[in-house]
C-alpha cells in the first residue's frame, strides 16, 4: 500500500483496477467499486483483510496526496464515500505492454 502509484497519473478507474490486480496478484482477494462521494462518482478498491472482512483502499487518495495514509484513513481524506452504485468482483488481468 505504500509504495502504490509512483507516476501519479491516470483516473480514478484506472488506479482502482491496478490497484485491485496487486492485491490479486500478491494473493489477496480484491473488488473494484463504483460508488458516489462528496466529489461526485467515483471508484477505489475493497480488499480482503485477514478479519475475512472487506476494507477499503483508494489509491486516488493516495496519489493525490502522496500520502498513501490517504488510501487506508479513508474517514479523513475529504471523499466522504456515500452509497456503492456497483461492485466488480472480476478484476481483468493485467494488460500487457504493447
Excluded at 43 to 52: F, L, M, R, S, T
Excluded at 77 to 97: F, L, M, W
Aim: glycine share 10%; aromatic share 10%.
Amino acid at each position: 500500500e505504500g509504495t502504490f502509484d509512483k507516476s501519479k497519473s491516470g483516473i480514478c478507474t484506472d488506479m482502482a483496477v491496478e490497484a485491485a490486480q496487486r492485491f490479486e496478484a500478491a494473493g489477496i482477494d480484491a473488488r473494484v467499486v463504483g460508488g458516489e462521494t462528496a466529489k461526485g462518482n467515483h471508484a477505489w478498491v475493497e480488499y480482503k483483510g485477514a478479519d475475512g472482512q472487506y476494507h477499503r483502499f483508494d489509491p486516488t487518495a493516495a496519489a493525490t496526496s502522496k500520502n498513501a495514509n490517504q488510501a487506508i484513513d479513508t474517514n479523513s481524506n475529504g471523499y466522504n464515500y456515500g452509497r456503492i452504485i456497483e461492485t466488480y468482483n472480476d478484476v481483468p488481468a493485467e494488460v500487457p505492454s504493447l
